[in-house]
């Protein structure tokens, strides 16, 4: 990626520095988490059954608990981290509810969590092709994030998008008794089919009209009540 400042109609690179440590990554995403991510910053370095996360996060929109890796270096798998440390939340939902409860001035049952919207985004300034394309499934909830830090103070985020013919992760599963496994069942990633897809029910009457959307594969039956005064 190239950046130029445009100055007096004079074009000029900037030139890339690159972040020395880890840790300048994570100081600088938790000091600006709501405005790069929109997630709620819940702890840093939670530790959990001798297991280190980075960041817990909170996405208040879907409700759910995500883990944010932060990576300068390439030797690592996505796959094995990711699945691990999702599999870990879902085995451990306790410790994640008290965590919220004792660090935010909410309190959260495990009932107002949607567990299936869990997901793990790592945070790199670089990833090889073979990350991106052990991750590129569309029912997998690894996400990763390109950082770029720039001259004059510039920042760069760039979220690497699944591509429109990523398969199921369940295609190439064979054992249903491991981590994947587990996490893939329990997980559920919605694409665009899914928020567009559904059955349609109109209702009308001499004052008031209303189109009910119903999901695909739920019953004409609503939970909202609908009052005609």
């Known amino acids: 990626?190239?950046?130029?400042?445009?100055?007096?109609?004079?074009?000029?690179?900037?030139?890339?520095k690159p972040?020395?440590?880890?840790?300048?990554?994570?100081?600088?995403?938790?000091?600006?988490l709501i405005a790069l991510t929109n997630l709620q910053f819940i702890k840093s370095e939670f530790t959990i059954k001798n297991?280190?996360?980075?960041?817990?996060?909170f996405d208040e929109e879907s409700n759910a608990f995500v883990i944010i890796e932060y990576k300068r270096s390439q030797n690592y798998s996505v796959i094995d981290q990711g699945v691990s440390y999702l599999n870990l939340?879902?085995?451990?939902?306790?410790?994640?509810?008290?965590?919220?409860?004792?660090?935010q001035k909410d309190t959260l049952k495990r009932s107002d969590v949607d567990w299936s919207q869990s997901r793990i985004i790592f945070v790199s300034p670089s990833f090889t092709d073979f990350q991106k394309q052990s991750s590129n499934f569309k029912d997998l909830s690894i996400e990763l994030w390109e950082i770029k830090q720039f001259e004059n103070d510039v920042i760069v985020i760039n979220p690497i998008k699944k591509s429109k013919s990523a398969p199921s992760i369940k295609q190439v599963q064979n054992n249903?008794?491991?981590?994947?496994?587990?996490?893939t069942q329990?997980?559920?990633?919605?694409?665009?089919?899914?928020?567009?897809?559904?059955t349609y029910?109109?209702?009308?009457?001499?004052?008031?009209?209303?189109?009910?959307?119903?999901?695909k594969g739920e019953n004409k039956t609503t939970k909202t009540k609908i009052i005609l005064q």
């Open 1 to 16: 990626m190239y950046l130029y400042k445009n100055q007096n109609n004079q074009v000029n690179s900037l030139k890339e």
């Open 19 to 32: 972040f020395k440590l880890e840790k300048e990554i994570q100081n600088l995403f938790e000091a600006n």
């Open 51 to 57: 297991n280190r996360i980075d960041t817990l996060a």
């Open 89 to 103: 939340m879902l085995e451990y939902k306790a410790d994640f509810i008290v965590e919220y409860n004792e660090s």
């Open 176 to 183: 249903d008794n491991s981590e994947i496994s587990k996490v």
């Open 186 to 198: 329990e997980i559920k990633i919605y694409n665009e089919e899914d928020h567009i897809t559904g």
């Open 201 to 215: 029910h109109y209702f009308d009457n001499t004052y008031n009209a209303f189109v009910l959307i119903f999901p």
